[in-house]
Nanobody, 122 residues
Framework: QVQLVESGGGLVQPGEFLSLSCVVS??????????VGWHRQAPGKQRELVAG???????NYADSVKGRFTISRDNAANTVYLQMNSLKPEDTAVYYC??????????????WGQGTQVTVSS
């Protein structure tokens, strides 16, 4: 059983910053994380990748957030972070934490958080 609990969403003014956290809890044994990321979905739009971080250490950012957002991971705390700086109104969306994990070193599964609302408005 894998559960992703997000926090940090809220209302912020343009130009300000916001930090999102995602705590990954896994019961049982044999689970390991291969990649983590953040996706977002705005009203009327499809869910899109915001930032990704693989177990190999490579990162991937959407062009619209490059230079402003930073994804990181604390392995000891099983926590994924998204630092969002210089926020713009177009960043307004529901942000979802994403984890790709492997069970018993064979079976791959994708997990999603419940989503947290980020609203950028003056």
């Amino acid at each position: 059983q894998v559960q992703l609990v997000e926090s940090g969403g809220g209302l912020v003014q343009p130009g300000e910053f916001l930090s999102l956290s995602c705590v990954v809890s896994a019961s049982g044994s044999g689970f390991s994380i291969r990649a983590v990321g953040w996706h977002r979905q705005a009203p009327g739009k499809q869910r899109e990748l915001v930032a990704g971080l693989t177990n190999w250490g490579s990162t991937n950012y959407a062009d619209s957030v490059k230079g402003r957002f930073t994804i990181s991971r604390d392995n000891a705390a099983n926590t994924v972070y998204l630092q969002m700086n210089s926020l713009k109104p177009e960043d307004t969306a529901v942000y979802y934490c994403y984890v790709r994990g492997v069970v018993a070193g064979i079976h791959e599964y994708d997990y999603w958080g419940q989503g947290t609302q980020v609203t950028v408005s003056s």
